[in-house]
């Protein structure tokens, strides 16, 4: 069994931070990707954000492109998402999840564990 906890969301006003993180444990294995998706109230789940194994590949919604940045660290089980410049409609619930392989994959059928979610709330 894997586990993934999100932290780090909040209120924020137009304009400001935040650093999400999500935390990997439980079963151990190397080789897979992770990805950040996000869900605001009424809308489907979309892609934000996704790396490789390695680190070395990065993939990014173009509502978040330029504003987002995705990063991990593999001897910590961690994966963080730092967002700038954000936008009320950047409001949503954060979602981290693994995907099975050392490549990036933006469709969330192929991520096959979840975390629970963090709120994202941008105040205008």
């Known amino acids: 069994q894997v586990q993934l906890v999100e932290s780090g969301g909040g209120l924020v006003q137009a304009g400001g931070s935040l650093r999400l993180s999500c935390a990997r444990s439980?079963?151990?294995?190397?080789?897979?990707?992770m990805g950040w998706f996000r869900q605001a109230p009424g809308k489907e789940r979309e892609f934000v954000a996704a790396?490789?194994?390695?680190?070395?590949?990065?993939d990014y919604a173009d509502s978040v492109k330029g504003r987002f940045t995705i990063s991990r660290d593999n001897a910590k089980n961690t994966v963080h998402l730092q967002m700038n410049s954000l936008k009320p409609e950047d409001t949503a619930v954060y979602y981290c999840?693994?995907?099975?392989?050392?490549?990036?994959?933006?469709?969330?059928?192929?991520?096959?564990?979840w975390g629970q979610g963090t709120q994202v709330t941008v105040s205008s």
């Open positions: 999840a693994t995907n099975p392989v050392a490549y990036i994959r933006r469709d969330d059928r192929w991520y096959d564990n």
């Open positions: 439980g079963r151990t294995w190397s080789g897979y990707s």
């Open positions: 790396i490789s194994w390695s680190g070395g590949s990065t």
